[in-house]
């Protein structure tokens, strides 16, 4: 049985840093794609960064882009997001997540992801 645990989240200030990783276990997905989404409250589930089984394709929401890295380590089975220069609208619980088919190379879309976290908050206030 495939599980995804993140951590790493935590109350940060504006401008501040965050590095969330997403450990994998009970299967190796090294040939699969993986991303990062977030929910804020009363919001739908948005995808914030996806990359695709060896990290040669990313994509990344406009929001974050220029701001937030997306990266993996197949060695270790674990999904990273760098968070740099933080805003308040960043605050969400975010989720990383696996595809199943090895065909779907990079996907913005959530349903296309069949493993998901248990999310992890993010809260970003002075």
């Known amino acids: 049985q495939v599980q995804l645990v993140e951590s790493g989240g935590g109350l940060v200030q504006p401008g501040g840093s965050l590095r969330l990783a997403c450990a994998v276990s009970?299967?190796?997905?090294?040939?699969?794609?993986m991303g990062w989404f977030r929910q804020a409250p009363g919001k739908e589930r948005e995808f914030v960064a996806v990359i695709s089984d060896v990290g040669s394709a990313r994509t990344y929401a406009d929001s974050v882009k220029g701001r937030f890295t997306i990266s993996r380590d197949n060695a270790k089975n674990t999904l990273y997001l760098q968070m740099n220069s933080l805003k308040p609208e960043d605050t969400a619980v975010y989720y990383c997540?696996?595809?199943?088919?090895?065909?779907?190379?990079?996907?913005?879309?959530?349903?296309?992801?069949?493993?998901w976290g248990q999310g992890t908050q993010v809260t970003v206030s002075a």
């Open positions: 009970g299967h190796t997905l090294r040939s699969n794609a």
């Open positions: 997540a696996a595809c199943s088919d090895p065909g779907v190379v990079i996907s913005t879309d959530p349903n296309q992801y069949d493993y």
